[in-house]
């Protein structure tokens, strides 16, 4: 499987981006959870936002009532909306999939984000 990510770069704080994320191979499937981690240096990575199969999404305090999740089940893609950015919320971004039923996560390769203050 693999994860390919796109949209970030800089933004002024109060400002929007979007990211995506689409999945290929094989091993892939609809049923499959995606979603996205952060990770800003120095700092462990961290869940931002993820979305199961049937649509339910969960969000990190940090995020909620600012970043939306969604997907689009027959293009296999994920996507992030992120309003009213802040400076604490540059990191990079990973697209994430977790294949339950087979014990497998995959990641994208990152994408930067970074709001200035």
Known sequence: VQLQASGGGLVQAGGSLSLSCTASGSGFA???TMGWYRQAPGKQRELVATIISSGITNYAD????RFTV???????TVYLQMN???SEDTAVYYCYTNLY???REY???GTQVTVSS
């Open 70 to 76: 969604s997907r689009n089940r027959s293009k296999n």
């Open 84 to 86: 009213s950015l802040k």
């Open 62 to 65: 940090f995020v909620k009532g």
């Open 101 to 103: 039923w087979a014990g």
């Open 107 to 109: 990641w994208g390769q």
């Open 30 to 32: 609809r049923s499959a």
